[in-house]
């Protein structure tokens, strides 16, 4: 969940890599070492057609597997853990060992357990804790069960590359802006093409954008543009404009 202007950010964390926890069920019992092997063949980039029931196109795509981990196996069911490319379906991949081994699976239990930065064991809350702090809140005037639950919206980039930009160039990125070499004061490495946050120098989220050139050009550029805004986070007007006005809009 996301309050004001922070749900602007809400797609970056939703197509973001995600890890989960999976109970794959054998239709046969095989070899621990075969179906370890066989889990080792889908990492990595992958062929995968979205299942009959999904929301998406059932086209041909490439999803990228990162790590699947086997945690324990009974010869009918197997605990996996696995890290993925956002998009990718686990009751896929739990079909697709299955024709691997020659036996058939199928997904029989998942939870998810991470999503971008956020995991389930960390920053996470039921809602009957909000309710609970947002009661005290209303009724008490303590904000301190809030303060808990409620994170600041940078939490939500800190897994993608930062651009922090000039004092002088905030407020134009907060009119929707493209950002310019000049008004860059540090960047981490990034590739062409990658999504990347821009933040003031006191480290506020200003807003994120698409990368046009990668970080290794950006050390040789003095003019040009370097970040194309996509969503703006910050209001105009927090930090003092630099922008020069014309005598016709003075007139």
């Given at each position: 969940m996301a309050l004001a202007s922070a749900t602007k950010v809400l797609g970056n964390i939703i197509h973001s890599s995600k890890t989960y926890v999976c109970v794959m069920q054998l239709h046969?019992?095989?070899?621990?070492s075969d179906l370890a092997r066989v889990l080792?063949?889908?990492?990595?980039?992958?062929?995968?057609r979205p299942p009959l029931r999904s929301s998406v196109k059932r086209a041909v795509r490439v999803k990228h597997v990162n790590k699947i981990d086997l945690l324990?196996?009974?010869g009918k069911y197997a605990l996996l853990v696995?890290?993925?490319?956002a998009g990718t379906y686990m009751r896929k991949i739990c079909h697709d060992a299955g024709l691997l081994l020659g036996v058939g699976a199928h997904m029989r239990e998942l939870r998810r357990i991470r999503t971008?930065?956020?995991?389930?064991?960390?920053e996470l809350h039921h809602l009957q804790e909000v309710s609970e702090a947002l009661y005290r809140y209303r009724e008490e005037g303590e904000d301190d069960m809030l303060r808990e639950i409620?994170?600041?919206v940078e939490y939500a980039v800190c897994h993608i590359p930062k651009i922090t930009i000039?004092?002088?160039a905030v407020d134009s990125i907060a009119h929707g802006a493209d950002l310019a070499a000049p008004g860059i004061a540090a960047f981490q490495p990034f590739e062409k093409g990658e999504t990347v946050a821009l933040l003031t120098l006191k480290g506020e989220l200003v807003g994120i954008?698409?990368?046009l050139v990668n970080s290794v050009d950006l050390k040789v550029m003095e003019k040009g543009l370097v970040v194309k805004s996509r969503r703006v986070v910050m209001k105009p007007k927090v930090y003092p404009s630099v922008w020069k006005k014309s005598e016709t809009l003075n007139n």
């Open positions: 046969s019992p095989v070899a621990e080792k063949m889908l990492e990595g980039p992958i062929y995968q324990e196996y009974t696995i890290d993925s490319e971008g930065p956020f995991t389930e064991d960390r409620i994170l600041p000039r004092d002088s954008g698409k990368a």
